[in-house]
């Protein structure tokens, strides 16, 4: 009798324990696409070994042994008895993918390529950030991950506000501890130009002066050894960075530099674009291009091409333009627009770059092979659609729930709204049909997607964090984790260790687990 109830207690505790496992879940984001959770776990002793015989990684081991140093209090030292961590190149491991074992040996990360090395450190970085928070022992697992998408974005928009190098800095680490790989830079705008180039010296002496909030603020921009040192940080971290030269509108800043080039505007966007009749705006922008191929490694350039309606009013007027029309039987300022496109499409090409566009650019009759679209209406899905249809590589990253100037909680005062917010649930949420209009996500030449920061209404550093942070984890896990393994649940469980752990770096981010804790940092401006 005792001993049947003893073993009846057993079973219970067993099945108890079970399912405490299968809630249980690895402190991950964005979260592995496969994970087993085993029973046992290993105690973390405070010094940490790592064999790294049999693995090539320096540079991940580097940004890895800093982050360590930065986040936690393990140290590594070479001591017996010590949780060793093992690091094994194993060319049987797909390319950006990693697999990690964790047991009674200690932890195993294997990888085929230096990316999915990154990658899978990140993960070993996550779990032991935890484990020392909670001071716990890590769950036995086995783990094989890769991305679901290879292009996981973010913008971020210094044209309208400058944000400096610092802080950048700190955007790419927390980018890289979420395995983020694409970092999109919009420097050139019509309120400031933030690159310097040689060639051209008025674009930042004259064109970085003033930004969104105040015309008359002193120039901000990076200088072309500013830019490099930003984009080998990026670079250790497996972050890509791209520059965007918003071109033929959106140009404001260039033209109050050289007005020679102007295009003219609006009455509400004066002076917005460049001249598309004059071959001296040709030259010019092949010059400023020439010098970004050169200094950014990214096979892309950004060529904007957004929203030029705004501002075209006035070329119709042009006698070069009139000339061209009546030459070429062009119809509308809409074929000119293309013209100015294909041309400056051409000029990547012949630097063997790609060229990469907003939405607009479909239509213009760019090569399929070396253009990527970004899709960015999401009330034209049919952008998304024809782009796919026409063999475009195209990344997704429509205003709705992608733009990180987007209220994100109901109660929020300052930001855009659009009939509708874009909260933490919804970004998590992203893609599904009825956010892409139906059309499938899922198709080869879909890259990937990519969260904007635009800065009409954000005009200092803690508020940019406030509006990113945490989306920037559901971004994430919506674009690495597989739609099948993506949960909304696990998540939001593991957002609290994350807002505390973005908290310990000073980060000011909104909760929207507890949205009264954290008032909104507000904006400037209220925005539609
Ligand atoms: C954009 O938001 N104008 C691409």
Redesign the pocket.
């Known amino acids: 009798m005792n001993k049947l109830i003893k073993r009846a207690i057993f079973l219970m505790l067993g099945n108890i324990f079970t399912v405490f496992l299968f809630a249980q879940q690895l402190p991950i984001t964005p979260y592995p696409n496969q994970v087993e959770i085993k029973e046992g776990s290993l105690k973390i002793s405070q010094t940490i070994t790592i064999d790294d015989v049999k693995s090539s990684f320096k540079g991940e081991l580097d940004v890895f042994k800093k982050q360590l140093n930065d986040y936690t209090n393990y140290k590594i030292k070479k001591r017996k008895l010590n949780t060793i961590l093992y690091l094994i190149k194993d060319e049987s491991v797909k390319q950006e993918s990693y697999e990690l074992k964790i047991s009674s040996k200690g932890i195993e990360m294997k990888a085929g390529d230096s990316v999915g090395a990154f990658y899978g450190l990140q993960s070993v970085l996550q779990i032991l950030i935890d484990s020392e928070i909670k001071e716990q022992a890590i769950a036995y697992c086995q783990i094989k991950d890769q991305p679901r998408y290879a292009w996981r974005g973010l913008m971020l928009d210094e044209s309208r506000y400058f944000f400096g190098g610092k802080e950048v800095k700190r955007l790419l680490d927390m980018m890289a501890i979420h395995k983020l790989n694409k970092f999109h830079w919009h420097l050139t705008d019509s309120p400031g130009w933030r690159m310097e180039i040689k060639k051209y010296p008025l674009l930042t002496k004259v064109g970085g002066m003033g930004n969104q909030f105040d015309p008359n603020a002193p120039a901000q921009y990076y200088s072309q050894k500013e830019i490099k040192e930003i984009i080998e940080y990026a670079a250790q971290r497996h972050i890509e960075v791209i520059p965007e030269i918003d071109m033929p509108g959106?140009a404001t800043a260039a033209v109050r530099a050289y007005p020679e080039i102007s295009g003219g505007g609006s009455e509400k966007y004066p002076n917005f674009t460049f001249h598309p009749g004059k071959e001296e705006t040709f030259e010019f922008l092949t010059n400023v291009l020439k010098e970004v191929g050169e200094l950014f490694p990214s096979k892309y350039i950004h060529i904007?091409g957004?929203?030029v309606h705004f501002g075209n009013h006035m070329w119709k007027t042009f006698p070069e333009v009139k000339e061209m029309m009546k030459k070429n039987k062009w119809k509308s300022m809409v074929d000119v627009e293309h013209y100015f496109l294909n041309r400056m499409a051409d000029t990547i090409q012949n630097m063997n770059k790609t060229v990469l566009g907003?939405d607009e650019v479909v239509g213009a009759g760019l090569s399929r092979y070396n253009t990527t679209v970004?899709w960015?209406r999401h009330d034209k899905p049919q952008l998304f659609e024809k782009s796919i249809k026409e063999g475009y590589q195209v990344i997704m990253c429509p205003?709705l729930p992608l733009?990180f100037d987007f209220v994100q909680h109901d109660s929020h005062k300052d930001g855009r709204r659009w009939n509708g917010i874009a909260d933490i649930e919804s970004v998590y949420a992203f893609p599904n049909k009825e956010m892409t209009g139906g059309n499938d996500f899922d198709k080869a030449n879909v890259l990937g997607m990519q969260a904007?920061i635009?800065t009409e209404v954000i005009h200092n550093n803690d508020r940019m964090e406030f509006m990113t942070f945490p989306r920037i984890a559901a971004l994430a896990e919506a674009s690495w984790t597989t739609n099948g393994q993506k949960n909304w649940k696990g998540f939001s469980d593991r957002l609290p260790g994350l807002i505390n752990f973005y908290q310990q770096r000073g980060i000011k981010l909104f909760n929207p687990l507890q949205p009264n804790k954290t008032p909104e940092i507000n904006g400037p401006v209220k925005s539609n």
Do not use: L
């Open positions: 959106h904007g957004d929203e907003w970004m960015w205003r733009y904007n635009w």
